[in-house]
């Protein structure tokens, strides 16, 4: 048994669109280990702000298995279109594995807004005002929201806006 674990290693599965979850959960009602993260964000849907969680690999999983006695298995379960690398499939270090898992709470992986001081020149990446360049100017208090002075030409105006949707410019 010792020898069989050591050649159990992590594999990248590409599975058909939005099928991520369902080939893991067949996968591991067979038994088979697989790790499926998870990622929150902030989007702006329906005209107002939702968390939405989605993977954060779409079209992929990872799966613990050793090739030799289940890759056949793995390639026909539904929703499966290959295991990448094919007949030999590439392996994914643990080290990787740990890392993505590492950065996960509750199952789920957060982006963390950037830090902004003072100044800083951001861009909007997402919302109604996707695509404009500001300077940031401070967050309010107690809320995930942050004042821009937003800067265009030959006008300036303060908005608030959601400080997931910021990137440094």
């Not at 779409?58 to 298995?65: E, G, M, Q, R, S």
């Not at 080290?95 to 950037?114: H, S």
């Amino acid at each position: 048994m010792r020898q069989e674990e050591n050649k159990m290693q992590w594999y990248a599965v590409y599975t058909k669109p939005k099928r991520e979850d369902a080939v893991a959960g067949s996968l591991e009602n067979a038994g088979i280990e697989v790790f499926n993260p998870r990622l929150k964000q902030k989007k702006y849907m329906q005209g107002a702000y939702r968390n939405k969680i989605s993977p954060l690999f779409p079209c992929y999983v990872f799966v613990k298995f050793e090739p030799e006695t289940t890759a056949h298995m793995i390639k026909y379960t539904r929703g499966v279109r290959r295991i990448v690398g094919g007949d030999l499939p590439w392996p994914v270090s643990d080290e990787i594995i740990d890392m993505i898992r590492a950065q996960e709470e509750d199952g789920i992986i957060t982006i963390k807004p950037p830090d902004l001081k003072r100044g800083d020149r951001v861009t909007i990446k997402d919302g109604p005002l996707q695509g404009l360049n500001g300077i940031f100017e401070k967050e309010i208090s107690g809320q995930e929201r942050v004042i821009l002075l937003l800067t265009a030409i030959e006008y300036q105006a303060r908005v608030v806006v959601d400080k997931a949707f910021l990137v440094m410019a």
